[in-house]
């Protein structure tokens, strides 16, 4: 064999690519990238709302044993606990049938009295029934998600009810599902009213365990009017949530020398661990008239000089 005719190269299984190192920089810059582009820019979604779609049969599969376990649950509940659920009912009935004749009548008396003043009339809010299905894996974040998505109507940035008072915001909406985010949450805030006073704040989720989880009403300074107790509504200022809807109760009030601003802790009256079925209620904004444009500002005309 000539000796010109020999393969002096190294064998595969001896040759180098990449160092290690070299990978582990250039892929940890690549997910860097990506996380940062997809909070920043959302790139992602398209790709979430298709894996969603496919995924949404076995999801719904996989809730089908957990969903008939409790049904099987309630359906096997004792006899004497349904028949005392049914006497408070009842009564419940008794008293709630007399307070809804007395609120049709003060309803048809504040329709006539808006129209005597001219005042436009209340907006009309459509909600949409839904089950909330399960938690997100994200530990950092308090967020669940419905069974309504796209499909159903859902918006993006509708708030969500139960029968306690506001739960949380559509934060983000795929065909068949929804994710909701808890007024707990850190990166949310609801402008609130003070149905005692009338005083109008801001209160952001405080998910801090030592504060029990629940909102904080901050700027409000320190001599301001507030105490443990009071009831806090929705405003109506943000032109999302409906007013007079109630979101939490404020459960301490902290004054000190140090600051000018008092440090005031509420927990929500929703049930953010309980709750199963909610309302989604259409953003307010789109039955709002759009704003005036902002008129051109008009320069003075500077006098001839004689």
């Not at 399960?134 to 669940?144: A, F």
Request: with cysteine; proline share 8%; hydrophobic share 40%.
């Amino acid at each position: 064999m000539p000796f010109g005719t020999l393969d002096r190269r190294a064998p595969s299984f001896l040759r180098q690519g990449p160092s290690a190192l070299s990978q582990v920089i250039l892929y940890s810059a690549l997910a860097l990238f990506l996380m940062v582009a997809d909070a920043r820019w959302r790139i992602t979604d398209p790709l979430r709302q298709a894996v969603s779609a496919l995924l949404y049969p076995t999801q719904w599969l996989a809730m089908r044993p957990v969903e008939w376990v409790n049904e099987s649950r309630s359906y096997l509940q004792s006899l004497q606990s349904s028949q005392k659920e049914a006497d408070v009912a009842r009564k419940n009935l008794a008293a709630l049938s007399l307070r809804a004749n007395q609120a049709q009548d003060l309803l048809q008396e504040n329709e006539r009295l808006r129209l005597l003043l001219g005042l436009r009339p209340h907006l009309d809010t459509p909600a949409l029934a839904a089950q909330i299905l399960y938690d997100t894996s994200d530990p950092y974040t308090r967020r669940v998600v419905v069974d309504q998505g796209q499909v159903h109507g859902v918006q993006m940035g509708s708030p969500v009810l139960d029968d306690a008072g506001v739960l949380g915001q559509i934060t983000r909406v795929y065909p068949f599902l929804s994710e909701i985010t808890l007024l707990v949450d850190r990166e949310q805030a609801i402008p609130v009213l003070n149905s005692r006073t009338g005083a109008r704040g801001v209160a952001y989720g405080d998910p801090v365990a030592s504060h029990g989880g629940g909102l904080e009403l901050r700027f409000v300074s320190a001599n301001a009017d507030v105490q443990e107790g009071d009831l806090l509504t929705t405003s109506g200022m943000d032109g999302v949530y409906p007013p007079g809807l109630p979101v939490a109760r404020v459960m301490r009030v902290e004054r000190r020398a140090d600051s000018a601003f008092a440090r005031i802790y509420c927990t929500p009256t929703a049930r953010i661990q309980g709750a199963r079925h909610v309302l989604l209620v259409a953003p307010m904004a789109g039955q709002l008239p759009e704003r005036p444009e902002p008129a051109p500002a008009v320069l003075p005309k500077k006098g001839k000089r004689k």
